[in-house]
Antibody, heavy 121, light 107 residues
Framework: EVQLVESGGGLVQPGRSLRLSCAAS????????MHWVRQAPGKGLEWVSG????????GYADSVKGRFTISRDNAKNSLYLQMNSLRAEDTALYYC??????????????WGQGTMVTVSS | AIRITQSPSSLSASTGDRVTITCRAS??????LAWYQQKPGKAPKLLIY???TLQSGVPSRFSGSGSGTDFTLTISCLQSEDFATYYC?????????FGGGTKVEIK
């Protein structure tokens, strides 16, 4: 079964850090680009970051550039998002999503169920 | 960054109606546009990619059209299970982006 399972969310104080993980199974992980997408409570979808199959192409939303770092470990079939200097506006459900392409120029055909990040003092 | 403007933000329709949702990109994105459906408490589901290609397993009442800057999602005969929120997405270049969403409600 093709599956993405996110973990690492929780309650964190403003200014602190958190690392999200996404475990992939059921497909050849290192053939595809991967992305993080977030959704604040009651709001729409916001693309956060994407990484190509070999980590050669990486992109970030302007809202997280310089604070978040995306990475992947193809040997472990895992995607990560290191989030530093967290702000209240980063509070959201964070989804991991699989790209249909290897370079990040495809739609997202597989999504996880998300992990909630709450930034509050 | 490329801006995506989606309209309407909500609409009311009845089962059997034909529904159209539009997205406009602030610059040309060729056919690098996708449409997703999201139901409450669930992850988004891919419906259409490359502006007009139906994702495997998606009913044929869903269709997409357009290229360049203007795109349309059409549901030809609305079913009860289609009441949800729909998003378009451009994946032409980083940073990628989604439209603001269209909530399709029961009239």
């Amino acid at each position: 079964e093709v599956q993405l399972v996110e973990s690492g969310g929780g309650l964190v104080q403003p200014g602190r850090s958190l690392r999200l993980s996404c475990a992939a199974s059921g497909f050849t992980f290192d053939d595809y680009a991967m992305h993080w997408v977030r959704q604040a409570p009651g709001k729409g979808l916001e693309w956060v970051s994407g990484i190509s199959w070999n980590s050669g192409s990486i992109g970030y939303a302007d809202s997280v550039k310089g604070r978040f770092t995306i990475s992947r470990d193809n040997a472990k079939n895992s995607l990560y998002l290191q989030m530093n200097s967290l702000r209240a506006e980063d509070t959201a459900l964070y989804y991991c999503a699989k790209d249909k392409s290897g370079e990040g120029l495809g739609a997202f055909d597989i999504w996880g169920q998300g992990t909630m990040v709450t930034v509050s003092s | 960054a490329i801006r995506i403007t989606q309209s309407p933000s909500s609409l009311s329709a009845s089962t059997g109606d034909r529904v159209t949702i539009t997205c406009r990109a602030s610059q040309g994105i060729s056919s690098y546009l996708a449409w997703y459906q999201q139901k409450p408490g669930k992850a988004p589901k891919l419906l259409i990619y490359a502006a007009s290609t139906l994702q495997s397993g998606v009913p044929s009442r869903f269709s997409g059209s357009g290229s360049g800057t203007d795109f349309t999602l059409t549901i030809s005969c609305l079913q009860s299970e289609d009441f949800a929120t729909y998003y378009c997405q451009q994946y032409y270049s980083y940073p990628q982006g989604f439209g603001g969403g269209t909530k399709v409600e029961i009239k």
